[in-house]
Structure formats: C-alpha cells, structure tokens
C-alpha cells in the first residue's frame, strides 16, 4: 500500500508559450508519518526513439509531510532548445512528473503536449515544407506555443516505505511515453520547503473523485 496518493495535479498556465515556465499545482494525502522529505521532479520528453534527449527541467524536496491532504505549487524553467533534436520540436512531446522518497520512485505522472506555431499562417507554412520534403526549415522559437492534454497517464511502482517491505509490484502498465532512465541519474541538488496543508473540503479533486487513475484515452505516441 502507498502511503502517498496524488489527488491531483492542476497546471496553472496552459496552454501557454513555449519559452514559459510550467507552473502547477500538486495535490497528495499522506496516510502515515514520514521520516524524510518527498522528491518530486519534472522531466521533459522529446524525442521518442533516444532517452538521451530527454531534460530534467527541475526538482524540489518538500517536507515535513504531514498526515492528510497537502498541496504545493511547483514551477519550473522550460526546456533548453539547443537540447531538442529539430525534427522534435514540433508536435507531441511529454512532460512527465516524478514523486520519490528516499531515492524511490513511486510515481510518476505524464502528459502530453502539443506544441505548434501560434498562427494558422505559420503552421500551415510547416504542413507546405513538409509536403514538399523540407526538414531543415529553421524554428521560429518565439512564435511557439506548447499546450498539455487533460488526461494524464499514471505508472505506480510499489517502495519499501518507513516500516514495510515491499509488496509485489503493481499490474498497473507502464506508461508509454515514460522515460526507463534510472531515475538516481537526475542528480541536481534539490532545493527545499514545505507543503502548505489543505483542508478536506476546499480540495480540488479528479473528476472522479478519487486517486489520479491510469487513462488509455491518448493513444501512445513513445513506445519506449
């Protein structure tokens, strides 16, 4: 059993443009003490046939946790263009959020995003270069816009916790654009602070009302 459910994750600038930072609101229950801090990281996804692309955009640690519903906002800078391979850049990518406790992994949250051209003109002017078989057109970096998809895809992975052993691992599947990176291989200092407490009744759940769920409702686009 995990002793940290996310409730939900509400993006607070989407869509938006591309050079932005992402800035979102995370929102988890904590069943049981913890001893230590949570890790939480955001990855970026470009490219889906090399992991070597893929850009850990920032990180935070947040603690104390206390028991029951805690929300923090997390922000962080936008990708590094010069990282993304050209061909990469425009269309689906995945933004892909990490939750760790003592260097485990136990959830991670992905979403897709679309990022094209700002005007019907522009876009319409990369469907003509690619009819004609242009890919080297050069990117017009401050005229893109990047917006995320509604329904996430969760991966749950089963830790060893403060006091238990860890179980048999959860037959929830792994999500299709998730990076398999070692996730000890992010090794950027954190920096630090504390979740703000959250009462019961102002919490803004999933539609369902309950723990963010797997969705098959986006068709996988990075078979890694």
């Given at each position: 059993m995990s002793?940290?459910?996310?409730?939900?994750?509400t993006f607070l600038n989407n869509p938006a443009r591309f050079s932005d930072e992402y800035k979102f609101r995370v929102t988890f229950e904590c069943i049981s003490p913890l001893k230590d801090d949570l890790e939480w990281k955001l990855i970026f996804v470009s490219s889906p046939d090399s992991e070597q692309y893929d850009q850990e955009l920032d990180d935070c640690m947040v603690g104390p946790v206390p028991v029951g519903i805690n929300s923090f906002t997390f922000s962080s800078p936008p990708p590094d263009p010069s990282l993304i391979p050209p061909a990469d850049v425009l269309g689906v990518a995945a933004i892909i959020l990490t939750a760790s406790y003592r260097d485990q992994e136990f959830v991670r949250v992905g979403y897709y995003q679309n990022t094209e051209y700002d005007t019907e003109e522009l876009r319409q002017a990369v469907r003509e270069a690619q009819e004609r078989g242009i890919t080297n057109s050069p990117i017009l970096w401050d005229r893109l816009v990047r917006e995320l998809a509604d329904k996430p895809r969760?991966?749950?992975?089963?830790?060893?916790?403060?006091?238990?052993e860890p179980a048999a691992p959860l037959s929830i599947p792994q999500a299709p654009f998730s990076s398999q990176a070692n996730p000890s291989s992010f090794g950027r200092p954190p920096s630090s602070f504390a979740p703000?407490?959250?009462?019961?009744?102002a919490l803004h759940l999933a539609?369902?009302?309950q723990p963010l769920a797997p969705s098959s409702a986006v068709p996988p686009a990075f078979p890694r």
């Open positions: 002793i940290v459910t996310i409730r939900d994750v969760v991966t749950r992975f089963t830790i060893k916790w403060d006091t238990e703000s407490y959250v009462n019961n009744d539609p369902t009302g």
